[in-house]
C-alpha cells in the first residue's frame, strides 16, 4: 500500500469538477487512447503533454476502474508526461483505455491567472484538519485516518444567467460527490451559495459557495 497524502484527494476533487461541469466555450481537447499492457505492468505514460485531467473510471479488459481505489494520476507540469499508476498490475495484452482532458480548462486552483478567459471556476482550498478512525470503523488495510476539508468555489461571467447556471450546476456536483463512489469520500456538503452581481474590477458577474468534504486517508 502506497501512503496518500492530503493533495492528492484534493486533486481528485479538481478532476471530479472538471469532468462533469461542461464547459461553454470548448476550451481544450478530449481524448480517448488504449494502451495495451505488458505483463504486470502498472504504469501508463499518456500521449499528450498538458494534461488538465482524467476520467474519474477507466477500463482494463472492459472492467471498469475507479480512481482512487484501482488507480492514481500523477500530472506532468509543464510539458512534463502524465502517468496512470494502476494498484494491481494488467494482464499481457489487456486493454487499459484511458479518456483524459488537456490543454485549457474551464476549473482551475487559486487565482493564478486574470486574463483567462470567461466563464471561470476556483477552486479554493480554505480549512481542514484530521478526524482519527475509531477502533471499530473499517477502513482497507486498517491504517488511516478521516481528514475533514472545507473549500470555496467561485464562478465568474460576463454573462449573468450563464453564471448563475454555473453555479447551480457545481453545487449539485459538490453534493452529489459522495454518491459516486469515487476516492473513499464519507461525507459531502454544499452550502452558502452568495451571489455577489457584477463586479465592475472584475468585470464578470461573481457567484460563490462553499463545500465541505471527508475523506478517508491512508497511511503506510
Known amino acids: 500500500m502506497a ?3 492530503i493533495y492528492e484527494r ?6 471530479y469538477l472538471r469532468n462533469n461541469l461542461t464547459d461553454p466555450e470548448s476550451r481544450g481537447t478530449n481524448i480517448t487512447e488504449t494502451h495495451t ?16 485531467n482524467v476520467a474519474d473510471t477507466i477500463t482494463v479488459n472492459a472492467v471498469t476502474k475507479r480512481k482512487g481505489y484501482d488507480y492514481t494520476v500523477e500530472y506532468g507540469e509543464g510539458k512534463e508526461s502524465t502517468i496512470l499508476t494502476l494498484k494491481v498490475g ?11 482532458h ?15 478567459t470567461l466563464p471561470r471556476v476556483v477552486m479554493m482550498f480554505l480549512i481542514g484538519e484530521e478526524d482519527f478512525a475509531a477502533l471499530g470503523d473499517i477502513m482497507e488495510f486498517g491504517k488511516g485516518s478521516y481528514f475533514n476539508v472545507s473549500f470555496r468555489i467561485e464562478i465568474r461571467d460576463r454573462y449573468a444567467n450563464r453564471a448563475r447556471i454555473l453555479a447551480s450546476q457545481a453545487f449539485n456536483l459538490f453534493r452529489k ?16 451559495v452568495q451571489n455577489f452581481d457584477y463586479d465592475r474590477d472584475k468585470e464578470a458577474y461573481i457567484w460563490q459557495f462553499t463545500g465541505d468534504v471527508q475523506w478517508e486517508i491512508l497511511y503506510e
Open 10 to 15: 484534493e486533486r481528485d476533487l479538481l478532476d
Open 90 to 100: 494488467a494482464t499481457v495484452g489487456h486493454a487499459v483505455v484511458i479518456t483524459y
Open 102 to 116: 488537456y490543454g485549457s480548462s474551464l476549473i482551475e486552483r487559486e487565482f493564478s491567472r486574470t486574463d483567462t
Open 177 to 192: 460527490l459522495r454518491q459516486q463512489s469515487l476516492y473513499r469520500t464519507n461525507i459531502t456538503r454544499a452550502g452558502s
Open 3 to 5: 501512503e496518500e497524502y
Open 37 to 52: 499492457a505488458t505483463a504486470g505492468q502498472t504504469e501508463f505514460i499518456l500521449n499528450h503533454q498538458l494534461v488538465k
